[in-house]
């Protein structure tokens, strides 16, 4: 995945902002608060939505509404997701419905449709529950500082299993222990066999 664009309208800090991401590596750079996490948790919500955060954590104080943009480019494919966050006349705050484009052609969906199909082009392997955050992108892109401590210490074979999981290696894993179960039984069969035939020699001579 390759991101080309990023727009931020009423995102904690960000009023209203454009960026340009240049081909190869990016670094951000700046003093604590500068709005350097707010990059990431706008790219993580355009492509997966709030997941387990709230909508106030990215909607700027006092705004009403706030939206973020997305280009992005997958295997030679143009891709463009917008997702929107309303404040209502309780202060709660909500996603309303976004929009994906592909090659061009735009389409509205409901947030957890987007995510959906923003898994699909990914091929990411993680839960299709608007709520779930992405296990791949806060373990391999963003991880913030207070969790990272928390995933250094779980035990290693733990970590290994969620990424194996998230990435669909997982699947081979247990397609590797399938096989084995299975080549199990069939050499068991083979064993009870050869021995109901070890004396057809003889049987055949009798």
Same mark, same amino acid.
């Given at each position: ?21 240049p081909s190869g590596t990016s670094l951000f750079e700046g003093d604590v608060g500068s709005g350097k996490s707010t990059?990431?948790?706008? &790219? ?8 387990? /955060? $709230? ?25 463009? &997701? ?12 909500? /996603?309303?419905?976004? &929009? ?7 389409i509205q969906l409901s947030p957890s449709e987007i995510k959906e199909r923003i898994l699909n082009i990914l091929n ?8 779930? /955050? ?6 391999? &892109? ?6 990272? $401590?928390?995933?250094?210490? /779980? ?52």
């Open positions: 995945m390759i991101f080309n664009t990023l727009m931020m309208q009423n995102i904690r800090s960000y009023q209203k902002d454009k960026i340009e991401f990059i990431l948790m706008a &790219v993580e919500f355009a492509l997966f939505g709030l997941g387990n /955060q $709230k909508g106030d954590a990215l909607l700027r104080k006092g705004s009403r509404k706030g939206s973020v943009r997305l280009d992005f480019s997958v295997d030679g494919k143009d891709y463009q &997701v917008k997702r929107t966050l309303t404040r209502g006349k309780n202060n709660s705050i909500r /996603q309303e419905k976004g &929009v994906l484009g592909v090659d061009g052609k735009k990411f392997k993680e839960p299709l529950n608007p709520r779930a /955050q992405s296990v791949i992108f806060r373990y391999a &892109v963003y991880t913030p500082q207070e969790e990272m $401590k928390f995933i250094l210490s /779980q035990n290693p074979d733990l970590r290994l299993q969620t990424l194996r999981k998230a990435f669909g290696i997982e699947d081979y894993k247990i397609a590797t222990e399938n096989a084995s179960f299975i080549s199990k039984i069939i050499k068991d069969k083979v064993n009870y066999l050869s021995g109901q035939i070890s004396d057809m020699d003889q049987k055949r001579d009798s």
